[in-house]
Nanobody, 121 residues
Framework: QVQLVESGGGLVQAGGSLRLSCAPSGSIFSVNAMGWYRQAPGKQRELVTTITSGGSTNYAESVKGRFTISRDNAKNTVYLQMNSLKPEDTAVYYC???????????????WGQGTQVTVSS
């Protein structure tokens, strides 16, 4: 079973920056899309951004121009650089990937445990 491990969350003041990282804890055969979702208290989980293996990106309107997703395909690692953070960005951020664990595995969606990002006003 693929385990995604996130790091980089924390508490920051409005206008500040944080960088999240996410990588699988063990070996993995291939990774397609990777990305980040978030869930604020009392709200549904929502898409923040995704990136394909070829580097094409997609962003939620609320984070365009402030957040940047990138990936290191050699390390199967995805990053989220978050700048100009706002209190409404406060949420648990979940890493996601669409991947095959082994050559014979089905392609599945995998999720991290989540990392808390809190932006104070």
């Amino acid at each position: 079973q693929v385990q995604l491990v996130e790091s980089g969350g924390g508490l920051v003041q409005a206008g500040g920056s944080l960088r999240l990282s996410c990588a699988p804890s063990g070996s993995i055969f291939s990774v397609n899309a990777m990305g980040w979702y978030r869930q604020a208290p009392g709200k549904q989980r929502e898409l923040v951004t995704t990136i394909t293996s070829g580097g094409s990106t997609n962003y939620a309107e609320s984070v365009k121009g402030r957040f940047t997703i990138s990936r290191d395909n050699a390390k199967n690692t995805v990053y989220l650089q978050m700048n100009s953070l706002k209190p409404e960005d406060t949420a648990v951020y979940y890493c996601y990937c669409n991947a095959k664990e082994t050559y014979a595995s089905r392609t599945l969606d995998y999720w991290g445990q989540g990392t808390q990002v809190t932006v104070s006003s």
